[in-house]
């Protein structure tokens, strides 16, 4: 089965304008809520704290944007998104990309099933628009609805 990104989505887990010191603190804050929504545990953000160290900073997707993630596995209870803006944008230690402003968090159950998901996020991701729109979002209320609306 694949899922949608609004299927995926964590409404808990959308939040806007959050602040965080570093990266560390970022993928702590993202993975935290998806841990208090039960969508992984805390093995996981330490799984996607792992993987950033060791292949570096390939996960900056585009500039001012990460998605973050780890090996599917055990650590992941039900395949997940979380979406965070950030009120001031950190470094992720890629010169291409950086600073980041957006820190999207990927907990993946199997190697298929989120592939619709990522589909959907990257349409979403590639309009700048949408990304104005995103960045300019100050509730976390806002933020979801904005991005459930914008799916296509």
């Known amino acids: 089965m694949e899922y949608s990104l609004k299927e995926l989505l964590?409404?808990?887990a959308v939040k806007a304008k959050a602040q965080v010191a570093d990266r560390n603190e970022a993928i702590d804050y993202v993975g935290n809520l998806l841990v208090k929504s039960g969508s992984i545990t805390g093995d996981y953000i330490l799984a996607m704290k792992n993987v950033f160290a060791k292949l570096g900073p390939y996960q900056v997707v585009v500039p001012g944007i990460v998605l973050l993630h780890a090996h599917p596995g055990n650590s992941?209870?039900?395949?997940?998104?979380?979406?965070?803006?950030?009120?001031?944008p950190i470094a992720f230690a890629n010169s291409q990309n950086d600073p980041v402003d957006i820190v999207i968090v990927l907990g993946a159950r199997d190697r298929k099933s989120h592939i619709k998901a990522l589909a959907e996020l990257a349409n979403l991701l590639s309009n700048q628009q949408y990304l104005t729109k995103i960045r300019k979002?100050?509730?976390?209320?806002?933020l979801y609805n904005l991005i459930i609306s914008l799916i296509r």
């Open 10 to 12: 964590v409404k808990n």
């Open 137 to 142: 979002t100050k509730s976390s209320k806002e």
């Open 76 to 88: 992941v209870i039900k395949t997940c998104i979380g979406f965070v803006t950030l009120k001031k």
